[in-house]
């Protein structure tokens, strides 16, 4: 079965610790992008990356930093630095190139709380 | 930057019946895709419908469809018969042909009543 995978699905974290959330994906895509939910708003990205070893900034990057040393993953760690952690996180993936609409398949998700 | 605006935060429907689901978007860009994602309870994000801004046909997926006015730059989603399955936040994204950025919405609850 193809698809994005992430775990776990529930983690909990002291404050001051590093975690590290996992995404990995078996769609072959090319792109993968990580997501923060809160209540009442929609998906702001944190970081995407479109090839190995290369990854950008999104809207929301500070306190987070990401990885992409196989194209198949693409792990998240959110940072002491992170000022206020507890979130859904979402990892999705999409395919590139011309003519490509770049719908993004998501992973089921992540409910992080730091505490 | 592009935005994304859902004007109603909550939507209620009657089982069977038919719902309107609002979004507009401010871009400067000709060319652009729109999807409406579908996220349940579980909250496992799937996508429902896309809508690609050069094709002036609207698209439908079974009971769901939009209507796509580039002007207005409007994306509406009608969903026929409503099922209580279909009860779910609603969010509609916008993404751009230049980059890879989606722009999301900040979602309409969808209630259907039985």
């Known amino acids: 079965d193809g698809g994005i995978t992430q775990s776990p699905k529930y983690l909990f974290r002291k404050e001051g610790q590093n975690v590290t959330l996992s995404c990995e994906q078996n769609?072959?895509?090319?792109?993968m992008y990580w997501y923060r939910q809160d209540p009442g708003q929609g998906l702001r990205l944190i970081y995407y990356s479109q090839i190995v070893n290369d990854f950008q900034k999104g809207d929301i990057a500070e306190g987070y930093s990401v990885s992409r040393e196989k194209k198949e993953s693409f792990p998240l760690t959110v940072t002491s630095a992170q000022k206020n952690p507890t979130a859904f996180y979402l990892c999705a993936s999409s395919i590139l190139g011309a003519g490509a609409p770049g719908e993004q398949y998501f992973g089921p998700g992540t409910r992080l709380t730091v505490t | 930057a592009q935005t994304v605006t859902q004007s109603q935060p909550e939507m209620s429907v009657q089982e069977a019946e038919t719902v309107t689901l609002s979004c507009t978007y401010d871009?400067?860009?000709?060319?652009?895709?729109l999807f409406w994602y579908k996220q349940p309870p579980s909250r496992q994000m799937i996508l429902v419908i896309r809508q690609e801004a050069y094709k002036q046909q609207n698209a439908t997926e079974n009971r769901f469809s939009v209507n796509f006015q580039k002007a207005a730059k409007s994306f509406s989603l009608k969903i026929s018969d409503s099922q209580l399955g279909d009860a779910a936040m609603y969010f509609c994204?916008?993404?751009?042909?230049?980059?890879?950025?989606?722009?999301f919405g900040a979602g309409t609850r969808l209630t259907v009543k039985p």
């Open positions: 769609l072959n895509h090319d792109a």
């Open positions: 994204a916008y993404r751009s042909l230049n980059n890879n950025d989606m722009r």
């Open positions: 871009t400067s860009e000709s060319d652009y895709y």
